[in-house]
């Protein structure tokens, strides 16, 4: 999605409406954006927050910095859940990373507010920065520079998500491709095979 607003320099998030662009939007039920300006009612806002890593592409593209988290177990089975927020698919513990923050402090933030587990980001592996176009999400995004990591967890540790989630479960990477999942977790999970090993 490009950004086709002009964006006020005052400090402050500002919410626009998905279809409209009408700065008239508030959170309905369900998860969903309604417009007092067109009555429309959509499962996105156009979000911008400086409290965030964004920018915009040479082509006006709307960029989000995001961290996420392949947690794996000893027997290589990895932590996924199915999430009950737009984009609606299964993935990982992921999230946006704040403006001036580091990655790896994103993602074990992430991992803690996602799911209740606590690895410290020196315990995070890297396993790749990807941009990924395509990779949609509610505040209006559509392609985000993935900053991913492995965390390796005892075999004992439970499978937990809390409100961005539902039925989290340890799966193979096979198991995992075989659900919708995320772009870009389908996409690190591909050019990853050994990941669960």
């Known amino acids: 999605m490009r950004l086709d607003i002009a964006v006020p320099d005052d400090g402050l998030a500002h919410d626009y409406c998905w279809n409209c662009r009408a700065e008239r939007v508030a959170r309905a039920a369900a998860g969903a954006w309604e417009c007092a300006a067109c009555g429309e ?9 400086p409290g965030l890593a964004w920018w915009t592409g040479p082509d006006a593209e ?16 990895l932590l996924l859940f199915d999430r009950t927020l737009y984009p609606y698919a299964w993935t990982v513990p992921a ?6 923050e580091d990655p790896a ?66 799966l193979t990477p096979d198991e995992a491709l ?4 995320t772009p870009p977790v389908r996409a690190l999970l591909q050019r990853h095979p050994r990941l669960g090993a």
Not at 63 to 73: C, D, K, L, P, S
């Open 105 to 170: 402090a994103a993602a074990s933030r992430e991992l803690r507010e996602e799911t209740g587990l606590h690895v410290p980001a020196s315990r995070l592996r890297p396993l790749e920065v990807a941009d990924m176009p395509g990779d949609s999400c509610w505040r209006g995004a559509d392609a985000h520079r993935w900053h991913a990591f492995v965390a390796d967890v005892p075999a004992a540790t439970p499978a937990t998500v809390r409100e961005e989630g539902r039925d989290a479960r340890w």
């Open 62 to 77: 709307y960029w989000h910095a995001t961290a996420g988290v392949f947690v794996r177990r000893a027997d290589g089975r």
């Open 95 to 100: 999230g946006h990373v704040d403006a001036g």
């Open 178 to 181: 075989s659900l919708p999942v």
């Open 41 to 49: 009612r959509h499962e996105r806002v156009l979000r911008v927050d």
